[in-house]
């Protein structure tokens, strides 16, 4: 069995030797294997005989989506059954959302540069004390909001939105790390700093192949004695992306209908009332 993992989702391959008969429909075997196929939303791909005696004997299975280029059956050779060969379409395609943020920019946050445009407000050089207390705090807040935005502009990050389920912070942090001795060997062009970069990048790469290993092998081992939420597990990580259909009715459009729809009852109650 072989399993091929990009992102969230996946292609899983299935390929064996069957004792039965696929190529008789009727038989009631056949008919139970090509049952629980379509239970589990999988397709068997190999037609005709796949033995020197005649009759299907070997499969190659997929799940339902398209990712099955071409199939060929060759002849035997060192046994007395052919050999298979699939092209599988692995160009899954992958989950793109972003997250859009707005971070200031502290660190090029000058402490003295701040405190001197402070001192220079109205707010500190005109304090006046026929104002209200709102008044105050409106001053306050205007000032602060101006001086921030010239010493720590806001600035928007695009982030893509993080869909491995074992991805957690020791993830992150192996990953900042990479990062920080990338942008060092980017600035200094060293080879010492080439290495440490190289070294840190394969100590992240075999965290998160630990991470995806002991993920999976937790999720199993917890379902080891159900089937049906093992394979509802493993559908949901590895079926594609449904079609998000946005919706074309706003929050207002919603409050209104609702808002109507009590008035309507409410006519309805007070003319029960007079009866």
């Not at 104002?131 to 602060?144: C, G, K, M, P």
């Not at 998000?244 to 009590?262: G, I, L, R």
Request: positive net charge; hydrophobic residues 35%; contains cysteine.
């Amino acid at each position: 069995m072989s399993f091929f993992s990009y992102g969230r989702h996946a292609c899983m391959q299935y390929s064996r030797k069957c004792q039965d008969h696929l190529d008789v429909t009727t038989d009631p075997a056949t008919m139970r294997f090509n049952h629980a196929l379509d239970l589990h939303s999988l397709v068997q791909h190999v037609t005709g005989a796949t033995h020197h005696a005649g009759h299907c004997l070997d499969v190659l299975i997929t799940r339902r989506e398209p990712c099955v280029r071409s199939i060929s059956v060759d002849a035997p050779m060192l046994s007395d059954h052919p050999c298979i060969v699939g092209r599988l379409d692995l160009l899954i395609p992958q989950d793109r959302s972003t997250v859009r943020r707005e971070r200031r920019c502290w660190r090029q946050f000058d402490f003295d540069c701040f405190y001197a445009d402070l001192c220079q407000s109205e707010m500190v050089c005109d304090p006046s004390a026929a104002l209200s207390v709102t008044e105050l705090l409106d001053r306050y807040d205007t000032t602060f909001r101006s001086l921030l935005d010239v010493h720590a502009p806001v600035k928007i990050c695009v982030r893509a939105a993080r869909t491995a389920p074992w991805y957690d912070d020791d993830c992150r942090s192996e990953k900042k790390q990479t990062r920080r001795l990338e942008k060092l060997y980017r600035r200094t062009k060293t080879a010492d700093d080439k290495m440490l970069w190289n070294r840190q990048f394969a100590r992240q790469r075999y965290l998160f192949q630990q991470k995806l290993k002991d993920y999976w092998s937790t999720m199993v081992d917890s379902c080891q004695n159900d089937p049906k939420a093992l394979w509802s597990k493993l559908r949901a990580h590895m079926s594609l992306p449904l079609p998000q259909n946005p919706s074309h009715f706003s929050a207002d459009d919603f409050a209104a209908f609702f808002m109507s729809k009590v008035a309507i009852y409410g006519l309805q109650l007070l003319a029960l009332h007079h009866l």
